[in-house]
DNA sequence: CGAAAGATTGTAAGTACTTACTTACTTTGT
DNA sequence: ACAAAGTAAGTAAGTACTTACAATCTTTCG
């Protein structure tokens, strides 16, 4: 009655195995990139396994479930994305004048979908698909980069710098015009033969025309 | 041996039953809706049944597989956005000023995310999904209002009356501001409620900023 | 007209296959 | 010796799609 399942036993390979945090990362790497590509329910297990180079079960053994994969690896990314928004704030802030001020700000946002375009993608998937957890991320995140900018673009009404703008429609249309960019060249125009000029010279007058729209006449 | 299936009469019921082309509409409509809320992946054909109020089998009789249904909506819907895009044009260019002309153009493309941003969803889905069919709407329809924007604003720019600016790039500054404005305000601020002013407002003052940004000095 | 024939709409009960997740067991590092 | 890493072979619950057959509408022809 008692038969074991495999039938032969299993022949020893000498390769180095890997310990539990290298694995962990390894999947959450793959998992990430398949999510990205293809949605959360548009990716199996099995492909995540065998883009990860690791057993399927392996994938169960460190979370249990497909669920808690995808939760871990926005909770993964959320941090380091609040940590990456603080330190282009700051850098921001830094500068003198409103033009390297804007301009810090939207190549970083570029730089960051660029580095990151893989996240970026997850992000608007699990925004689509309706997500608890991105949720929560755009309403921390997101809301704190918007904040951020219109509280700078009152700021320099106040200072008459600005003409009298609503702040928020403002911060708005910035992170539009970049974010825009940012999406459309990532999904429909890599190369950039749309603009005919390279992404850099494409926010630098972005800038202009946004710093152009809500100066004192 | 030969035991029929049901072993037993259906009764009839005296419902008036429904046109290929009625129930055709019925299934579209559902499966719109469904897809656009949960992805292609993500919405089972029974769900698709059970919401359009019809028996699964009728949806292949309709369409020979769940992907010819989703073509077939896009397809659909592509057509009429195709008429729609030309309509704004046309109203769009009779408008005599600046001003006219964008604000034409910003409340038509918010007046179709409003009414349409079902679609909108779906077809953000589908061009992460990275479908064929969508990758050629955006490449004939978004295109071309691209670069029926970047026409004219070459032209203002020809006229003298926009400073010279690189008319690709602020045309899609123009539409980042817009669609950026209606995604966010679709997917994360229904009530407006982060810029505390309605949708046309906050339309009239994302074009002034616009025009003041790219009018000469 | 009226009714049989033929086409079309409707349905319950499948099928073959995939999916997320498990189990029982082996191998390796300390 | 013991715990953790690794695996082949499951399983139950979906999944898209099919089939066999019944109800109803439309056309044809006496």
Redesign the pocket.
């Given at each position: 009655m008692?038969v074991?399942?495999?039938g032969l036993?299993?022949?020893?390979?000498?390769q180095?195995?890997?310990?539990?945090q290298e694995?962990r990362r390894q999947i959450v790497r793959a998992a990430m990139d398949l999510f990205a590509r293809k949605g959360f329910k548009g990716?199996?297990?099995?492909e995540i396994a065998l883009a990860a180079g690791?057993?399927?079960?392996?994938i169960?053994?460190h979370f249990p479930?497909?669920?808690d994969l995808y939760a871990a690896i926005i909770d993964y990314k959320m941090d380091q994305c609040g940590e990456w928004i603080s330190r282009v704030h700051e850098e921001a802030a830094r500068r003198k004048d409103d033009r390297a001020m804007f301009l810090a700000l939207a190549r970083g946002i570029l730089a960051f979908h660029e580095q990151d375009g893989t996240f970026m993608r997850l992000l608007l998937y699990s925004a689509l698909e309706g997500h608890e957890l991105n949720r929560m991320f755009f309403e921390t995140q997101v809301v704190e980069h918007f904040e951020f900018l219109a509280d700078y673009i009152a700021q320099r009404v106040r200072d008459g710098a600005f003409r009298p703008v609503n702040p928020r429609v403002a911060a708005r249309a910035f992170l539009g015009m970049i974010t825009h960019h940012a999406q459309v060249r990532e999904l429909f125009d890599p190369q950039g033969r749309l603009l005919n000029v390279d992404s850099d010279a494409a926010a630098a007058e972005l800038v202009d025309i946004f710093l152009a729209g809500v100066a004192r006449r």
């Open positions: 008692a074991t399942r495999t036993k299993a022949r020893p390979k000498k180095r195995r890997m310990s539990g694995r990716t199996t297990t099995k690791v057993n399927e079960a392996m169960f053994r479930t497909k669920g």
